[in-house]
């Protein structure tokens, strides 16, 4: 069974009512993301988060990681985490191997 296909460039209109940020390898910080973006005082209705990737593993909350991908504000990019933790989950990957 095939995954759904996804374009390998995706743009984005220009954000004219807010700012746009970017981050990477979040392995899971859920609580340290959401601090930073207290910080910044992120608003997200008008502004944007794109995610550079991995999501997921390493630190504590990979499951809050993967929640944020249904955020309207929340833009990511499939990292080699995200991509193994799909091989696990379809079978093309032994879970001890991840």
Known sequence: ???PTYPVVCRHPVNDV???FVVGDLHGCVDALRY???EIGFDGARDRLFSVGDLVARGTDSLAAIDLIDKPWFYPVLG???DSL????TGAMRRHAW
């Open 1 to 3: 069974m095939n995954g």
């Open 18 to 20: 807010g700012r746009d």
């Open 36 to 38: 930073l973006l207290h």
């Open 80 to 82: 080699n985490h995200e």
């Open 86 to 89: 799909i091989a696990v989950a």
